[in-house]
């Protein structure tokens, strides 16, 4: 490019020009265009030093070092590269009040520094037209605010490009990144982030290995609380290719982050102090562990430990004894080669259910709250192949549904339909309620089982192989409890019901005793009965025990058998019903080993 009137450097000029420094200044403006690195190759530091503006048009331009400095504006409408040092541009170099004083990019260009990257532009800034990469070994930094596009642009701040942990990205106390609608992109070994990102999309690598510290911790890359609150966007990824340690992020610090990935190649640690984020999904290639508490206040939460599927040293989920994981949304965890382990308590809460999709063994009282906020909207699944084992430890589930493809093992284990629209054992499933098939119930191993609800509870055709694993299971039902369509069989069954029961089919126990109680509650509801269909047989390996206060005990007068081996007990009046025509039976010693009354 040639400037009419003006001092004209061609590249061969250029070329022939060797010194260690090199300044071209002028009241005027300066146009760049088409230097190669052959033809800056003998100036080892060049100066741009305008009055006015500095303009890089047409061809990329190459030099072993760069600083630019212009009054009134620098305009960057083609790639700039340095091959040895330093590039810096200063769009107000005077930081007095001109006509521009900014720095303009033109949509695509790539500023590349073999040393370190440096942007200023006092009075009015800088702005991007499209999408733009700013890559240097030895940092970048942004010392004054940079826009782009109205429409989706993409911005690549490389601070590390190779890699050597010497290059911090650095945003400038008052200076602001925005308006990238598409995506901002920070590779670097360190962030210092002094001012504000926004964006649709940020993603943050450290560059080399050294892990990131996220909060109240140091990591290669350290991120602490107040640097987290600077970040706004709809999705935040924090990557590395070492480990991540979280402690003390707060609902504020997360708050302008509507989701947040955490990535690691190696583990994810949250330590010593509970964190808070709006959603949380956190990746690992080789283990999570969990030594504070983890909540999400909006959105979702996942926590994968083998995120890359292949052979790790961990691979696992470790949650500290009385860790506590909350989740405003849903919450998933998964650890396919390690498998997930609790070193005492665990409580897991979730408005909008809960996913294990691996094995979780734990060492005390374990708590699984599926539908937290009792919405109706949170069912609790475990994958085919996983188990929850609590070591003997009490379970305690609260769910909207289950979807149990993998098993539960526990000592004393409670299971509470969360929003009272009861429960379905067996064949029938209760619209909306939490519905426990045969082969579900099948695959729960406890030393009692305790079956709850607000609502009904319908118990069709349970086999004995259905509930040989529940060795006493307890049925409570705030309104009905219902035997119907086949019959069914338990180990021992308490059932309390505060609104009646009605026995349709025969029901049977095959090591303990059966004990039905129609008003649990002892106070007047619709029914408070205790119903028997005619010609039930009910058949108890223990002893049997009926008691409905408020509403007795009624047996359709086509016959109802009651056989115990160790005795029956009817509390309050038995009525027969006509028809009369059936036989009341009762057979208090069916084994005739003299323990039946």
Known sequence: TTVTGGLNVDGAELQRITTSSLGLNTAGPITVDAISAANSLNADAVVL???SSVSFVNSPSTFRSLDAQADDGIAVDTDISTATGNLSLDGDADNAADVNDNILFADGVQLNSAGSLTLDATTSDMTAAGALALVANSGVSLNDSLSGPAAAGILVISADANTDGAGTATIAAGATINEFTG???ISADDLNLQGNLSADTVLIAESHGGGIGLGDTAGGMTINGATLQRITTAALTLGTPGPVVVD??????SQNSAAVTLSAGTSVTFANNAS???SLTVQANDGITVNANVSTDTGSMSLDGDADSTPGVNDNILFTAGATLTSAGSLSLAAAAGDMTGAGALTLNADDGISLWDSLTTAG????????????GGDLAVAAGATVNTAGNALDVTA?????????QAGATSIADSDGSGIGLGATAVAGGL???????????ATSLDLGTAGSVTVNGVSAANSQNGDAVTLRADGVVTFDTAPSTFDSLTVLADDGIA????LTTVVGSISLDGDADNATDGDDAIRFAGGVIVTSAGSIALDATGGGIEADGAGLSLSANDGITINDDLTKIPPLSGVLAMDADADSNGSGT
């Open 248 to 253: 003390n992020i707060t609902a504020a610090d």
């Open 49 to 51: 030093d305008s009055a």
């Open 276 to 278: 808070t984020f709006n």
């Open 365 to 376: 009282l374990t708590t699984l709250n599926a539908d937290a906020d009792g919405s109706g």
């Open 503 to 506: 026995v349709n089919q025969d």
């Open 183 to 185: 995506q901002i992109l």
């Open 400 to 408: 909207n549904d289950l979807d149990l493809q993998g098993n539960l």
């Open 435 to 445: 519905n426990m098939a045969g082969a579900e119930l099948q695959r729960v191993t």
